[in-house]
């Protein structure tokens, strides 16, 4: 059974900033896509961040810039950086596994494996 664990999450103000944790180590592939998602209330899930066993990311428009996808060096530990939050990034946020893509993927559909999620609150 693969698990993945986030933490990090919490309130900040904005402007502020985090960083997310997900442990990974429970999925132990040679090549892999690891991504950031993240939900509104109300709001479909959103896919913004993911990084390959090739070290390629991608961001969705609406964090790049602000935000980085990161690894440890031992490749168990997912990082997501985030800078200049604003209210309009309050959702709860999930870590994410699946396989190599040949295309960098943000969708959902790609992934197999997800964790419980953190909450990320930005107050204005």
């Known amino acids: 059974q693969v698990q993945l664990v986030e933490s990090g999450g919490g309130s900040v103000q904005s402007g502020g900033s985090l960083r997310l944790s997900c442990a990974t180590r429970?999925?132990?592939?040679?090549?892999?896509?690891l991504a950031w998602f993240r939900q509104a209330p109300g709001k479909e899930r959103e896919g913004i961040a993911v990084?390959?066993?090739?070290?390629?990311?991608k961001y969705a428009d609406s964090v790049w810039g602000r935000f980085t996808i990161s690894q440890d060096n031992a490749k168990t530990t997912l990082f997501l950086q985030m800078n200049n939050l604003t209210p309009e990034d309050t959702a709860m946020y999930y870590c994410?596994?699946?396989?190599?893509?040949?295309?960098?993927?943000?969708?959902?559909?790609?992934?197999?494996?997800w964790g419980q999620g953190t909450q990320v609150t930005v107050s204005s």
């Open positions: 994410a596994a699946g396989p190599w893509n040949l295309y960098v993927r943000l969708e959902a559909s790609e992934y197999n494996y």
């Open positions: 429970a999925y132990s592939r040679s090549s892999y896509s």
């Open positions: 990084i390959d066993s090739n070290d390629r990311t």
